[in-house]
């Protein structure tokens, strides 16, 4: 549906996307994930046409973005994290005002606004000004018009940032619905609303791919260790000779709670192709220390976002200025789903201290660029060199 091949894009020396190449299979939703300046929002901005690139193409259903940019832009839906509302017109005015904009039969005007607000569920908000609803309904009000003109990918850019609980909620049960029907790509930082709503999830750093896989193959291809935890009843003496005699263990450690001295949690690293629950449960039984709690543990996608996002050590840096900093792609461990390869360990922070990545263009010029149709549309690649 989506095809990114070596997009790159500059501004003044910084490299804010960096030879990205990834594909958007029909009919999934997928999160789109990156600390702040990793290069999210340029390349979505260079997705939908709101911002040329350097180099690279981009094909929305075998349209090039660049040469075909009516074609490729009729099959995206936008919803922007500013919302694109015009705040002095009912919601009814401005959904017949995108429609319009956007192209669609007149015949089909009035059927399709009927639908969008049926599934946004705001029909009993029509005729109010947007500048008089919660922004939970604002909300709903900016992707009711991404989805006018049936496109195939509806791109959503923080679409729940600001709202309360019940609100999320909400959004987060729409945005499932929409991917019944659409191809959608969800850009969030809340790891959570990812991991509930997304099929597939893509990570960038410093401008890079470094992950593009389904949240469960990450949590278990990123790293070739498993983790096991255990709450037992023994002394620490006799609990370190039973887990001396346990092979495949590479390394344990434990803890003793202030509230039950008696007992020991217990944190055991093995590798992750072994199983070793049975043989861990009979060496306890023989040893004569009670078992209370086992249970294996994989990572969360925060843990996989954090390692893979992080910066690179100073040691990591190349000498030569010429070579200067190195790709996100370092940064993380080798899989079959996972580009590059580093060290386990994750900044506190977990991210980058890099400003935001959008460009200082107009928002309003972005915005209508994404439903006006005219001939500036058929210049050369939107400006592209």
């Known amino acids: 549906m989506i095809e990114v091949s070596h997009l790159t894009k500059k501004y003044g020396d910084n490299i804010a996307v960096n030879d990205l190449s990834f594909t958007v299979e029909k009919g999934k939703i997928y999160g789109f994930l990156g600390p702040n300046g990793a290069g999210k929002s340029t390349t979505m901005n260079i997705i939908t046409g709101c911002l040329a690139a350097d180099s690279g193409t981009v094909k929305i259903d075998g349209h090039d973005i660049f040469d075909e940019p009516i074609e490729a832009k009729r099959a995206i839906g936008y919803l922007p994290e500013i919302p694109p509302l015009y705040t002095e017109m009912s919601v009814y005015e401005y959904l017949r005002f995108v429609a319009e904009a956007k192209g669609v039969d007149r015949g089909e005007i009035e059927d399709q606004i009927k639908n969008v607000m049926a599934e946004t569920e705001i029909t009993d908000k029509k005729k109010r000004l947007i500048r008089n609803l919660s922004k939970g309904y604002k909300q709903r009000v900016g992707i009711a018009q991404a989805m006018l003109g049936n496109p195939e990918v509806i791109i959503l850019d923080e679409p729940t940032v600001g709202l309360d609980p019940k609100q999320i909620i909400g959004i987060r049960e729409l945005i499932s619905s929409l991917g019944e029907t659409h191809t959608v790509i969800l850009s969030s930082h809340i790891l959570s609303e990812i991991a509930e709503v997304c099929d597939y999830v893509l990570i960038i750093a410093h401008g890079n791919l470094v ?15 498993s983790t096991i935890k255990m709450i037992v009843k023994a002394p620490e ?8 005699t346990i092979s495949e263990i590479e390394e344990y450690s434990f803890e003793q709670p202030e509230l039950h001295p008696e007992l020991l949690n217990v944190k055991i690293t093995i590798p992750r192709e072994c199983d070793i629950r049975e043989k861990l449960w009979n060496t306890f039984v023989e040893a004569k220390c009670p078992v209370l709690s086992l249970e294996t543990e994989s990572l969360s996608l925060e843990d996989v976002f954090l390692m893979l996002t992080r910066d690179p050590e100073p040691d990591e840096l190349y000498e030569d200025e010429e070579d200067a900093a190195p790709s996100a792609a370092k940064a993380c ?3 079959d789903h996972i580009v590059g390869a580093g060290k386990r360990n994750v900044d506190e922070d977990g991210g ?3 400003s935001d990545d959008e460009s200082d263009e107009d928002d309003g010029d972005k915005y209508t660029s994404l439903f006006t149709i005219s001939d500036e549309d058929k210049t050369d690649k939107g400006g592209k060199n």
């Open 352 to 354: 980058t201290d890099e």
């Open 333 to 335: 461990a080798p899989t």
């Open 237 to 244: 003496g006799k609990l370190r000779m039973a887990l001396d």
């Open 211 to 225: 992950a593009s896989d389904t949240i469960e193959n990450l949590s278990v291809n990123y790293t070739g260790k």
